[in-house]
């Protein structure tokens, strides 16, 4: 039988009295504490019986739910937690509810054979590491790349809302430039990863054209539901980004034909690890292979050529192998002055 909302947040109010060890807890103090909660969260007035604490008391303390609950009465009034450390949020999860997320996982690992579900791999693998890490909490079997300290984290959900709903925002932003925050409505259109850090695509009220905010510098942000929401018209975001690395690009952007050397130490990981989509092997020989790329030139772009250091060579367009040259050639002489 699931266990209703009402439920759940009695349970979840006894574990928190029963959690606080500075106090001692009676029947009647539980019972006030969760007829509080129920009119904070759910604006119920009619309280909560004794005969229903009781129960859910029962309740925890058996395997039904997978609680178990060491709750003990002492001095034939007061109940607490015989385990200090325990809570309810840290049990495991029981075994019937572990069957049926692992039968979930095979379903989406067999789904994920046709073309449609390509892109969840990383996603299964995750759930399939987290079902099993559940089970035994001492076993990983898979890391995946996150930054637990990256600022404007707790972003995503709200402004993952605010795009579903088509809802309009009041936003503050500075960039890494900018001397003083801008204050602007901006109409949300997609959230995007590139290496561990966000962004939000969206436009500006006063601006017919994209930008593109790092989660990170937004200082705050209010959804303005009353406010008239604007869709975005142009070409569709998966095309839209198809032509460059990262996420830095303006309307008037377009690819240009970028020709590389790669030297043939480094050629197998670029041969298995293309830079780009576009990439296309142009020749191959003793010293290495020569590969076009078609992408926006943007500081992405740079950044990456750069990361190969002298293992890589632009030798086309003249602008961009200036630009590489002159950047290598600044790096050098900081180590040069040192010599």
């Not at 801008?182 to 695509?201: D, G, H, M, T």
């Not at 890589?312 to 003249?318: A, G, H, T």
């Amino acid at each position: 039988m699931a266990t209703n909302k009402l439920a759940l947040l009695r349970y979840k109010t006894i574990d928190q009295c029963l959690k606080n060890r500075f106090r001692k807890w009676t029947l009647e103090d539980l019972i006030e504490k969760v007829s509080d909660a129920l009119y904070e969260y759910e604006g119920i007035t009619t309280g909560v019986s004794k005969r229903t604490i009781q129960s859910d008391i029962q309740t925890m303390r058996s395997d039904k739910l997978g609680y178990n609950a060491p709750i003990i009465v002492t001095d034939k009034r007061f109940y607490t937690y015989e385990d200090a450390d325990y809570s309810i949020t840290n049990s495991p999860i029981n075994t019937a509810d572990m069957d049926k997320m692992k039968e979930i996982v095979s379903v989406l690992k067999q789904l994920n054979g046709f073309n449609y579900f390509d892109e969840m791999s990383d996603l299964i693998a995750k759930l399939e590491n987290n079902v099993n890490k559940s089970a035994d909490s001492n076993k990983n079997f898979i890391q995946f790349e996150d930054n637990k300290e990256l600022k404007g984290r707790e972003h995503i959900t709200p402004l993952y809302q605010a795009i579903f709903n088509k809802t309009p925002l009041f936003l503050e932003y500075k960039s890494f430039k900018a001397l003083k925050p801008s204050k602007e409505i901006y109409y949300p259109y997609l959230l995007k990863e590139y290496r561990n850090r966000w962004f939000l695509v969206c436009r500006p009220k006063s601006n017919p054209n994209l930008l593109t905010l790092a989660l990170d510098r937004i200082i705050e942000f209010h959804p303005l539901p009353k406010e008239l929401y604007v869709e975005y018209e142009g070409v569709n975001f998966d095309r839209y980004f198809d032509d460059l690395l990262g996420v830095t690009k303006s309307h008037k952007d377009r690819p240009n034909k970028i020709i590389l050397h790669v030297n043939k130490y480094n050629a197998p990981y670029v041969i298995t690890k293309p830079i780009h989509a576009s990439q296309q092997l142009l020749s191959e020989n003793e010293t290495g292979i020569t590969i076009r790329i078609d992408v926006v030139h943007n500081f992405e772009l740079e950044r990456e050529i750069l990361g190969f250091g002298e293992t890589i060579e632009v030798l086309s367009p003249k602008k961009l192998r200036d630009i590489i040259a002159r950047r290598l050639h600044k790096a050098s002489d900081k180590y040069r002055d040192d010599q």
